[in-house]
Structures are given as C-alpha cells and as structure tokens.
C-alpha cells in the first residue's frame, strides 16, 4: 500500500478510535446516573428487616378480604376463589372455616363484590361502581334484594358495616343526589343530601367519636354520622381521601396525594409525611401495640418511566419503621384481632403478611 494511502487509513481507524473513545467518555456520567437509578429502585428492604418478616399466605389466585365474617369478636381473613370462601385466623394463618359459592358466584366473582354477615350468615354485596347493579346476595347467587332507586342510574356504592355498635349489619349507599342508610333488608332509614361521588371510607363509633361515614363527591369530602347527621367537609386539592385514623388528639381523616396525612375536619394537619418525588396511594391506620397510638402503612407509587412502588410503616411520631422497594402494585389490607393489634397483608402476586420478627 502507497505510504500516502496508509497514512491516511491508519489516520481514518485513529480518529475512529478516538471518537469511539469520546463518546464512551462523554456518555459515562448518562451511564452511571442510569446505573444509580436503576440500583435505587432495585426491589430490596431498606429499612426494618431486622424487625420485620414477610411471610407468604396464599398465592393461589382469587379476592382477598378483611372482616368479621364468621361471627366471632376479631376480623377474619378472608379468600376467595376456585368456589368456595376459606377463613383465616390473621394472627395465626390457620384455616378455620370453609363455605362454597354455588350458582352464578364462582365464574361471576368480581373485584367489587364484597363478603358480610347478615342475619348470622354469610352474604355477597355487590358495592357498585360504573353501571354495575348495587345488590345482596345469598352465597348460591340467589339474590336478597338490590338497591336502585334511580330506574336510569344504579347507585354509586353501597358499603355494609356495623357503625352503631348493635351486632346487626346496615348498609350505607350513595346515588346521584344523595348518601342513604338501609336497614338490613334494603329500606331506607334516611337520606342526606350529597352531590355526585361514592363512599370510600367509613369508622365506627367509639367512646369518644360518633360513627364516620366518608364519602368524595365533586370538589369536597363529606362525613356524616350513622344517625345522618352531616359531621363537616373537608376540601383538599390533590389530596384524596384513603381512609380514617383515631389518634390520641382526635379522629381525623387520612389523605393521599403528595404526602399522607391525617385532616380534621376543621382543615387541621395533624401528621404529614411525604416520600420524594412519589405519590401516595394506598393508606391505613396500623395498631401495632394494643392501646398505642397507631402507625401509618403506605404505599407510594413512583413516575414513567421508571415506574416502582415503596411499601413503608411510620410510627405515629414520623419515625420510619419499615421501607421497601416493590417491583408491583400493592394494596393494603388489614386485620385487626380480639386483642386489638392489627395484622397487615400485602395483596400483590400472592397475598403476603408483614408481621414483627418474635424477639
């Protein structure tokens, strides 16, 4: 090869050499930042395995529930699926009850059906949403009664509990212009007015608080008592509500958003904490000591395109207890025993409890 030829070859593969060598150079900080980041959100425990455990329930597919369903004093943990309810004590994990689901049920089970104890025996509700029927039913699908006073619009939602403390089941729905209360057999007891919204939250009375029923409509958050008396309402911009807390200093709503926190409704602040840059979308009260205030279990979900979630337990002096770094959504779900403490489960690709190390 002419001398010429070859120098300018052999000058051609340095300047390659060179440029490959820049932008190896001038793309390493990109490089590292991804590698940081992606290592941040590396699914792991950050804080609290040394005191805490999760340990696997079920990863069998199906509906997972809360509540006093068998009639004994303390939730039960509820799994639904392949035909039939399995009952389980939360603080043991032990199965102690078993019923089947005959007729329509088991090919027809849908997120929004919900398990109660009506007349000392097992019942489906279906809660409503969208342009779904807001009924009671038997747990061979024949149906109880359903609850549609509006022929155009079913109601919005239709929530059973025990607010009053008497041991018998009511049930407490919204329609377009209004929040209702049934009896046990689907008659109205009363009617509050109310815009548009469904309920999303409710308390049952205590020595110290009436009964919150807590419903979100266009622009506010409404609370009424089980009597229908209109407690107040809270408007919060971003700031939805997730459910109620009992602190030692009142009874306050618990919002999400940018940071959880706990609102009266007089608009005070009485907690807030946030986790940076993520949104909070999942929130429950947790009594992790009988007769202590209770803790706070969140779930914060992260931006695209680096989409995570963080599962974290804050003791009620904003000290972190638990964080952890998920690699799915999450819901929380909690149980709280005949002794007061509560149990929490993580309902995700198979339901799992979050419980104490034994010391």
């Known amino acids: 090869m002419p001398r010429p030829l070859r120098t300018v070859v ?5 300047a390659v050499v060179l440029l490959g060598a820049a932008a190896e150079y001038l793309d390493l900080p990109l490089r590292i930042t991804r590698r940081v980041d992606a290592w941040v959100a590396r699914p792991r425990v950050v804080t609290g395995g040394d005191a805490f455990e999760l340990v696997l329930v079920s990863d069998d597919e199906g509906s997972r529930q809360t509540g006093q369903f068998d009639g004994e004093p303390g939730d039960d943990l509820a799994l639904v699926g392949f035909g039939r309810i399995r009952l389980l004590t ?10 089947d689901l005959t007729g329509s049920l088991p090919a027809a089970w849908t997120p929004s059906m919900r398990l109660a104890r009506l007349g000392g025996m097992p019942v489906v509700v279906d809660t409503g949403g969208g342009f779904d029927d807001t009924r009671v039913r038997d747990l ?9 006073p509006e022929s155009d619009v079913p ?8 607010l009053d403390g008497d041991g018998d089941t009511e049930f407490y729905a919204t329609i377009t212009s209004h929040a209702v ?3 046990a057999t689907g008659n109205e007891v009363w009617r509050a007015p109310f815009s548009v919204g469904r309920i999303v939250a409710t308390a049952p009375q205590t020595r110290r608080d009436p009964a919150w029923i807590v419903a979100q409509g266009q622009g506010e958050t409404v609370v009424w008592d089980s009597r229908g008396m209109r407690l107040g309402s809270v408007t919060m911009k971003d ?8 602190r030692p200093d009142g009874r306050f709503l618990l ?3 940018p940071a959880v926190r706990a609102v009266g409704l007089d608009g005070r602040v009485a907690f807030t904490w946030a986790v940076d840059g993520m949104q909070i979308s999942n929130a429950l009260p947790l009594s992790l000591e009988a007769g202590a205030p209770p803790a706070i279990a969140l779930i914060a979900t992260g931006e695209e395109p680096s989409m995570r979630w963080r599962l974290q337990v804050v003791a009620a002096d904003a000290t972190l207890l638990y964080d952890e770094i998920l690699n799915s959504p999450t819901e929380l779900l909690k149980a709280r025993g005949a002794d007061g403490i509560d149990r929490l489960f993580l309902d995700r690709a198979g339901l799992f409890t979050l419980r104490r190390r034994a010391q």
């Not at 043991?92 to 019923?99: G, I, K, P, R």
């Open 239 to 246: 700031a939805p509500p997730l459910g109620v807390i009992d």
């Open 90 to 99: 939360p603080a043991t994990l032990a199965e102690h009850q078993s019923v």
């Open 181 to 183: 209360r049934l009896d």
């Open 255 to 257: 919002t999400g958003g």
């Open 155 to 162: 109601a919005t939602s239709l929530i059973p509990a025990d």
């Open 10 to 14: 052999l000058g051609g593969v340095a």
């Open 140 to 148: 061979d699908g024949s149906e109880r009664w359903r609850y549609r």
